[in-house]
Antibody, heavy 120, light 109 residues
Framework: EVQLVETGGGLIQPGGSLRLSCAVS????????MTWVRQAPGKGLEWVSV???????YYADSVKGRFTISRDKSKNTLFLQMNSLRVEDTAVYYCARALTILGVVGMDVWGQGTTVTVSS | EIVLTQSPGTLSLSPGERATLSCRASQSVSSNYLAWYQQKPGQAPRLLIYGASSRATGIPDRFSGSGSGTDFTLTISRLEPEDFAVYYC??????????FGQGTKVEIK
């Protein structure tokens, strides 16, 4: 069964660090483009980061230099290392698989999300 | 960065009615790279349409997408009770960032 399960969210003080994990089953994390998307409380969706199958990474300007996306082939898991957290990073974080047809055309598999709350 | 603007912000309709949602881009987006998602409260988004007009796996044919360039439309031909939700468009043209529109809420009138 194709499934994504995020863990690692929680309450963290501003300036702190947190690492989110996304356990992948049913397909290979290294053979697909994998993304993180977040949603602040009561707000819309915000694309955060992507790692291509070849390892190239991209980030939203709002997290560039603070967040790092990575993956572990042996664990078939995607990660998001979040440093220097700010109150405005408070959100539900989703991992998702990118559907590729001559390029990325959508995100077809999503996890259930993990909640990150940045507050003092 | 391509900015996507969705309209209206809220659409109030009755079951059985037709819903027409708009997504306008700040610059041209290749039709292959425009997607629509549905999100219900407390749930992850679900891919409805990719490539502007292709339905994702398992999506009913009452959902259809159209458009090109800077103007795209999601149409729900006859609203079912389970279709009341928030809908987002997203573009994948060129390199990231892959921006979302701000969403359109379809609510029961």
């Amino acid at each position: 069964e194709v499934q994504l399960v995020e863990t690692g969210g929680g309450l963290i003080q501003p300036g702190g660090s947190l690492r989110l994990s996304c356990a992948v089953s049913g397909f290979s994390v290294t053979s697909n483009f994998m993304t993180w998307v977040r949603q602040a409380p009561g707000k819309g969706l915000e694309w955060v980061s992507v790692i291509y199958s070849g390892g190239t990474t991209y980030y939203a300007d709002s997290v560039k230099g603070r967040f790092t996306i990575s993956r572990d082939k042996s664990k078939n898991t995607l990660f998001l290392q979040m440093n220097s957290l700010r109150v405005e990073d408070t959100a539900v974080y989703y991992c998702a698989r990118a559907l590729t047809i001559l390029g990325v055309v959508g995100m077809d598999v999503w996890g259930q999300g993990t909640t990150v709350t940045v507050s003092s | 960065e391509i900015v996507l603007t969705q309209s209206p912000g809220t659409l109030s309709l009755s079951p059985g009615e037709r819903a027409t949602l708009s997504c306008r881009a700040s610059q041209s987006v290749s039709s292959n790279y425009l997607a629509w998602y549905q999100q219900k409260p407390g749930q992850a988004p679900r891919l409805l349409i990719y490539g502007a007009s292709s339905r994702a796996t398992g999506i009913p044919d009452r959902f259809s997408g159209s458009g090109s360039g800077t103007d795209f439309t999601l149409t729900i031909s006859r609203l079912e009770p389970e279709d009341f939700a928030v809908y987002y468009c997203q573009q994948y043209d060129s390199s990231p960032p892959w921006t979302f529109g701000q969403g359109t809420k379809v609510e029961i009138k």
